[in-house]
């Protein structure tokens, strides 16, 4: 588990569900990452992290707000699957939209990658998105990455045409994270 002033990063539980579901079939918070998810669909994504965590003993955590322990999203590290941050330490996030705007994302996305150079031998963090996720580009320039524009690919796993799949990449290292 992973504290900030604010939030609190764990595993998942079998109550998260449905509040993630909420999150991932949300219209807004999905229009830069791919189609609303089904109740199924989020199940899936949410064993999948999990079994990350196992694997590898970090992944996407649960992110609860603090004050009234309500799931917000999720925040955290797993080793990239695509593209450039194809083993690489990726950390990534989703909140809800009505969470939008409260520095949440940043403060999150902050403790993952302090936790990740505290506890990882990884010389970098990575983090990609959608080219036009202005949002999260936002986030990781706020945590001082820097944009590796040579590093543009196409999302392998999003189909030709589709609006979402060119994507861009931002990295910081350690000795640049140290600096902070």
Not at 66 to 81: E, P, S
Request: glycine share 8%.
């Amino acid at each position: 588990m992973i504290e900030t002033r604010r939030l609190v990063l764990r595993a998942w539980r079998a109550e998260d569900l449905q509040p993630f579901h909420a999150i991932c079939s949300d219209p807004q918070v999905m229009a830069t990452l791919g189609p609303p998810l089904s109740l199924d669909e989020t199940a899936a994504l949410i064993a999948r992290v999990e079994a990350q965590d196992a694997e590898h003993g970090h992944t996407f955590w649960a992110l609860e707000h603090k004050v009234d322990a309500q799931l917000i999203g999720w925040c955290g590290v797993i080793r990239g699957n695509a593209g450039p941050v194809d083993g690489k330490a990726e950390i990534g996030w989703r909140l809800a939209s009505h969470c939008w705007g409260s520095g949440y994302a940043t403060e999150a996305a902050r403790a993952s990658v302090s936790w990740l150079f505290a506890n990882l031998p990884d010389d970098a963090a990575w983090a990609i998105t959608s080219e036009g996720n202005h949002r999260s580009r936002a986030v990781m320039e706020r945590l001082g990455m820097s944009y590796q524009q040579d590093l543009d690919f196409d999302h392998p796993r999003i189909a030709d045409g589709d609006p979402l799949r060119q994507h861009v990449t931002y990295s910081i290292s350690r000795e640049a994270w140290g600096r902070k």
